[in-house]
């Protein structure tokens, strides 16, 4: 087990700010106030999530309350937050920010620990790590940044952000560009579908030119199936003991559906192969297999059992030309790509602890009276 | 700068090749998850003075540097290290200079030993064109072997990886299975067209009398080495075999040709006279 030695970001920040003797201004802050994965269930975030056409005038009345002179909401079902710049003190609007949000959405519960609330610089370094995916459930994913700059463009077009939020959000999202392309953060696929086209990609030169074979029309393997379609697999069989779900199944991947008596004669054409029957026992063995793989002249086969109890015997997995990787297998990659994503996460708090410091001095130079 | 021989150049491209061995063992342990371009120019050095070693070589003896031991040993080095350099400009590719890296300082090396450079008679031992076809397209067919036998070696440890479900196969930045396969096929199949015409024009070489073609160690040697290539050929093309059968028999072919390549030539009447 390697020693993570990660920088702990509040002291980080810290560190920065005082290397370039810098305070945060104390007219007009970016604050932040909202709720996530961390630190509340999904019962609680639905509670009080924005829907998109509502955002608008939550913004307009956040405004005229006079609680932010400028404002954007983010609201995915991970994480509702909203962002402002305000002349109140900081505790001032967090107790207003709150009120708002409690009126807003009606809420008559109590709230403790699941609202967090954040005053500069603390606030643009949460800014700049959600923009960047790392305060995201599986940290590095991409999705977020997408929908922060959605936020971003509901707010700027209706004209609720001014010069503060307009440059804390374009650092930000140049941030989170540049942590992309300067460390490893997004490397690596941390699902068990994303594991599996991986692992094609490491076998096939060009996934366009190889057939799969789905056995058994379950939710994994059709989500697999998928995520092989969008890398560019043209040919996709389906079989299933019922053969009406096979033809639907088949029908929605743009595929054919074969009989489940006849899947073992496909094996001559396919080169991938996802199982996930409710099969009691193995219903490929390496006695059946290893004629097929002469008659396959033994090109390269990729199986993927995802079924449990497993569909595949193991001991296929020792003929040669065939890989052979069950559900374990597939997130144990998963797992280790995320621990690697964790390691590369120290690195990203010091670019971004840098970055913030940054902009503290671009805004301190833009407005000398405010320091 | 007369004192400074094309062996000095030589010298300095073998340092090169060791320079470059050493970053291979580097990129080795982090587990060829960098796909960078210093050791490709520390390879690309290492050609280049390579080159300038056999050009001036070339250039005193008004022909082709394939008189001795050294000679001909430097010209399948170089006939390598080329084909390493071009072949690693496609996608994903640049690693072969990691493997090949290591074969060319070892041999390169064992290159450098003065008894296999014995100072030539005033007039080559070795010249005209035939001879020069015979040796060229021989001592190229031995490179393009050996860079199949570096993509086999990548081939293989890729296998292997994937195989026992190693994260290493996922994160390094090595090319696909069946990509490394095509390489390794195509090099063994240039290198067999090439050691064909070679020991076709070898065969239409003037021979000193009492010394028949065929009883020569080298062409049995060479003959030899010809039908291993074509049974490893035509296993895997018509018969099916296994890709990592294929591959480790490629493998084994060009170390056996490694091994034996000084002691045949020694040996052989028609080559060391």
Redesign the interface.
């Known amino acids: 087990m390697a020693i993570l030695h990660r920088v702990e970001p509040a002291l980080a920040l810290r560190a920065c700010l005082s290397t370039f003797n810098l305070q945060p201004s104390t007219l007009i802050s970016v604050v932040v106030i909202g709720l996530s994965h961390r630190t509340s269930p999904v019962e609680l975030r639905e509670r009080f999530a924005f829907a998109d056409e509502k955002i608008p005038g939550a913004l307009k009345a956040l405004r005229d309350s006079g609680i932010a002179t400028e404002a954007a909401i983010l609201s995915t079902c991970n994480r509702v937050e909203i962002y402002a710049a305000t002349s109140l003190p900081p505790a001032a609007a967090f107790a207003e920010l709150k009120k708002f949000l409690i009126a807003h959405h009606a809420f008559d519960g109590a709230l403790d620990d699941e609202l967090y609330v954040f005053d500069e610089p603390q606030s643009l370094h949460h800014l700049f790590k959600v923009a960047s995916g790392l305060d995201s459930m599986v940290i590095g994913e991409t999705e977020i940044f997408g929908q922060l700059k959605q936020a971003y463009e509901l707010a700027f077009s209706h004209q609720h952000t001014g010069a503060r939020l307009n440059k804390a959000f374009q650092r930000a999202f140049n941030v989170a560009k540049h942590i992309r392309t300067a460390t490893n953060i997004q490397r690596g696929s941390v699902s068990v579908m994303s594991a599996a086209v991986e692992l094609a990609e490491k076998i096939f030169s060009s996934l366009a030119e190889h057939e799969v074979l789905v056995i058994g029309a379950g939710e994994t393997s059709e989500k697999t199936a998928r995520a092989l379609r969008s890398r560019g697999v043209k040919k996709i069989t389906v079989t299933n003991r019922s053969p009406e779900r096979a033809a639907a199944l088949a029908a929605e991947l743009g595929g054919r559906a074969v009989p489940f008596a006849q899947w073992l004669d496909e094996f001559e054409q396919i080169d991938i192969a996802i199982s996930s029957t409710a099969a009691p026992h193995h219903i490929l063995d390496r006695a059946t297999l290893e004629p097929l793989m002469k008659r396959r002249k033994n090109r390269p086969l990729l199986l993927i059992d995802i079924a449990v109890p497993r569909d595949i015997d193991p001991a296929v997995n020792a003929l040669d030309n065939v890989y052979l990787y069950n559900v374990d297998d597939l997130q144990s990659i998963a797992d280790d790509y995320l621990s690697l994503r964790r390691e590369e996460a120290a690195r990203c708090e010091k670019i971004i602890a840098e970055k913030v410091a940054a902009l503290l001095q671009a805004n301190k130079v833009a407005a000398p009276d405010e320091a | 700068m007369a004192w400074f021989t094309d062996r000095h150049y030589f010298l300095l491209a073998v340092t090169c090749y060791g320079l470059s061995t050493l970053y291979s063992v580097f990129l080795w342990r982090k587990g060829f998850r960098r796909d960078d371009w210093i050791n490709y120019a520390l390879l690309a050095a290492g050609v280049v003075l390579h080159t300038v070693a056999m050009l001036k070589r070339g250039l005193t003896l008004h022909s082709c540097p394939v008189n001795n031991l050294y000679e001909a040993t430097t010209f399948l080095l170089w006939a390598l290290g080329l084909a390493c350099l071009v072949y690693s400009l496609l996608p994903r590719f640049k690693f072969l200079c990691a493997f090949t890296a290591p074969v060319l300082f070892t041999v390169g090396v064992f290159a450098l030993m003065p008894s296999l450079d014995p100072p030539h008679g005033p007039k080559p031992e070795f010249s005209g064109a035939l001879r020069s076809l015979h040796a060229a397209t021989s001592l190229q067919a031995y490179g393009a072997f050996g860079l199949a036998a570096v993509a086999a070696a990548m081939f293989l440890m ?1 296998h292997h990886d ?2 026992f ?1 190693k ?1 290493r ?3 390094s930045l ?6 490394l396969e ?1 390489i390794t096929l195509r090099l063994t199949l240039a290198g067999f067209v090439l050691l064909t015409i070679g020991l076709a024009a070898g065969q239409q070489l003037p021979r000193p009398e009492g010394k028949p073609y065929l009883s020569d160690p080298k062409v049995i040697w060479s003959a030899l080495l010809w039908l291993v290539y074509l049974e490893l050929l035509a296993a895997r093309m018509f018969f ?6 294929f591959t480790l028999g490629v493998t084994f072919a060009f170390v056996f040709l490694l091994l034996t390549f000084g002691i045949t030539n020694f040996y052989s009447g028609l080559h060391h006279p």
């Open positions: 890729q994937l195989k479900h994260l196969a996922m994160l090595m090319p696909s299975i069946q990509r095509l099916g075999r296994s890709t990592r059968r």
